[in-house]
Every structure is written in structure tokens, then in C-alpha cells.
């Protein structure tokens, strides 16, 4: 029987590209566009995920290549999973992904639920990952993508069994230049379309404004300290810094500063010399595990800390409540509660957390 996917299109060249190739293998398709925002949302609708502009482009590729179009307004659920939780988090002192969860609550488990309401067995997406049945274990797997520089399994890691069996990923064996040259050549009009690159709700990165706008709220300003606990001086509020930071802080020193701490119980942030940022473990919770159901002894691994980060050498322990112990064999820089801990095994995930 004939495969009928839902292609999750966000206006991109990425999802375009998809679609065609769903198209070309002979499958019944249809294109879905996420609504996310409402117009008082964001400041811009120009270049940003989940916008109106997109939600056209996709209707436009939908209509050349034959095929129906829905938009779906999940506007409030993108609220409350994405932006919410990314600011309670900021506030919290963490530093969080919001790309991660809105994979986890509305891309994949969402949209597939809308794929099943409408009679379609999978969705499909311009993601760049690759996912295997493996037989030995009867599971399906989360792969990276041929072209590493642009994998995203470090955001694909909240993936469940039955999302995997359903879904397909058709950028996975392709590189980056090639979906351009592919876009070229079948005239689609998002060939030339520049990759998002921020946050999609904060187009222009003033991330504290945008929380201070949401939450109602002046962020309190709080002690500048040392890893001792002396006072160095006065913050503008945890919101405006990032572990790792060492530029705007407000204040100077005879030597290189940088934030190694955010403590919002005592509204302190903590600097420190650059050697300071450097930590051998991590906790994660909300832990998420593909290669099995739960890690029941220590592994060795690949870990990253961070989207950008090259996976290192690594042992993960089980702990109580579902999280985890991450040991790295050699020290990370700027590891930030609120980012994900992600794990492989070579080129597969074998699962993840947010660090805590």
C-alpha cells in the first residue's frame, strides 16, 4: 500500500526540498504548516519560523508541486510547551533550548497526531538525521546526517519509538549544497531563502527584553560575586548573562572574567577566571533513551553539552528519579544547566537529558 505523509513544511528550502522528494518516490503527500504566532507575538514577521511569510511560501510550493496544504494554528501550544517554559526557565537561572521542545511537543508529536486525524501514516521533515530499524533489538534508531556540519540529532534526542516508526527524514543522505542545487533545479521559489538563525520568537536576541516584556516584570538587579562568595559589584538582572559570558558584563578587572554561575535562589552571579569554567560532570533529568527503555548500568559514550559542541569521550551512570551522571573524560567548558546532555553510541543517539 502506498505510503500517505504529511510533510511538515516550514517555508524553508530545507522542507521544500523534502516535499519533492516524498513527491518524486511516488507517495500520497500533503503539506502542513505550524501556526505559532499570534501578530502581537513578535515584533517582525520577516524570517521567522511559524510565521505568516512561511505558512505562504509553503502554500506556494504545496500549489506548484500539486499537492494540499493546511495550516494549523498551534499558536497556544507553542506558548505554553516553547515560550513559556523558556521563560520560566531564563528566570530560573538556566539556559534553555527552546528548539528542543518544541520538536518534543509540537513537530513531532503533535503534528503526528494531525497526520493520523486526517488519514495519513507519517510525517516528514527537512531535518537533517537519518533513522534505521535495527532487527536485533526491534528498535528504530536516530541516526546523524551524511552531512555532520549540518546534523540536528543533538535536537532530535526527545524522539519516541512510535514517532521514529513514523516518520521519515529525506535530507538525511544528502548534504546541504546538494539540497540547494536540488532546489535549483526544481525552480522552487525558497532556493535562494537564507537558514533561520535565531530564536524563532526572538528575532532580534534581546532574550531579556523579551522576558521582562512577557513575564510583566523587571528583572531585580543582584551581587556580582566570586567562586568565595565575595561581593565584586551589581548585575542587571540574571536574565542578561550566559555561562561562558565575558563580554557586557558592566564591570572590569586586571584579568579576564567570566560567568560561571547564575544562582536565582539568592539572585547572584558568579565570575570567575577562565580555568574556573571547566567541569568534569553533569546531572540530567526529563531523560529521553532511544537505543533502549532505561539505562540500567554505566555506559561509555560520546557526550555533548551543547548544540555546537563536538561529542567527547564520556561514562553515563544511572541515578534515582530517571537522571543521570555524565563523567567526562577531560573537562568541558561552560557546561549550563538548561541545555541537553546528548548521547551517542558512533554515529546513533542513544539518548538524552537537560542538564540540571
Not at 512577557?214 to 566570586?226: H, L, P, T, V
Not at 548585575?235 to 559570558?245: A, F, L, R, V
Amino acid at each position: 500500500m502506498c505510503k500517505k505523509v504529511m510533510v511538515a513544511m516550514s517555508g524553508g528550502v530545507d522542507s521544500s526540498v523534502a516535499a519533492s522528494l516524498i513527491k518524486e518516490k511516488g507517495y500520497t503527500l500533503c503539506g502542513a504548516t505550524m501556526k505559532l504566532f499570534s501578530p502581537d507575538d513578535i515584533n517582525t514577521d520577516k524570517g521567522i519560523c511559524g510565521s505568516l511569510t512561511d505558512a505562504h511560501d509553503a502554500g506556494k510550493i504545496a500549489a506548484k508541486m500539486g499537492f494540499e496544504h493546511y495550516v494549523f494554528d498551534l499558536s497556544t501550544e507553542f506558548k505554553t510547551h516553547v515560550i513559556d517554559k523558556f521563560i520560566n526557565s531564563y528566570l530560573c537561572g538556566e539556559t534553555p533550548n527552546p528548539c528542543i521542545e518544541c520538536n518534543r511537543h509540537l513537530k513531532f508529536a503533535k503534528m503526528l497526531n494531525c497526520a493520523r486525524e486526517l488519514g495519513y501514516d507519517y510525517i516528514a521533515t527537512g531535518h537533517y538525521a537519518q533513522i534505521e530499524y535495527d532487527k536485533k533489538s526491534g528498535r528504530y534508531l536516530l541516526k546523524k546526517a551524511v552531512d555532520t556540519s549540518k546534523d540536528q540529532t543533538y535536537v532530535l534526542y526527545t524522539m519516541t519509538q512510535d514517532e521514529l516508526a513514523h516518520t521519515l527524514f529525506p535530507l538525511g543522505s544528502y548534504t546541504k549544497s546538494q539540497i540547494r542545487q536540488m532546489a535549483e533545479e526544481r525552480n522552487l521559489i525558497t532556493a535562494k531563502k537564507p537558514d533561520s538563525q535565531d530564536i524563532c520568537f526572538v528575532p532580534d536576541g534581546d532574550y531579556a527584553s523579551f522576558i521582562e516584556r512577557c513575564a510583566n516584570k523587571k528583572c531585580e538587579s543582584g551581587n556580582f560575586i566570586d567562586v568565595d562568595g565575595n561581593i565584586l559589584g551589581e548585575h542587571k538582572g540574571i536574565i542578561h548573562y550566559t555561562i561562558g559570558q565575558r563580554k557586557g558584563l558592566g564591570i572590569t578587572f586586571g584579568e579576564p572574567r567570566y560567568v560561571v554561575k547564575k544562582d536565582a535562589t539568592d539572585n547572584t552571579v558568579t565570575l570567575g577566571r577562565h580555568e574556573q569554567l571547566f567541569s568534569r560532570e553533569l546531572v540530567a533529568r526529563d531523560t529521553n533513551w532511544i537505543m533502549f527503555d532505561d539505562l540500567k548500568e554505566p555506559m561509555r559514550v560520546l557526550a555533548k553539552a551543547r548544540y555546537k559542541q563536538s561529542a567527547v569521550e564520556a561514562t553515563i551512570t544511572p541515578l534515582e528519579n530517571g537522571r543521570v551522571l555524565c563523567t567526562f573524560d577531560t573537562p568541558q567548558r561552560a557546561i549550563a544547566s538548561g541545555q541537553s546532555a546528548v548521547f551517542y553510541l558512533d554515529d546513533y543517539v542513544v539518548g538524552g537529558g537537560v542538564i540540571e
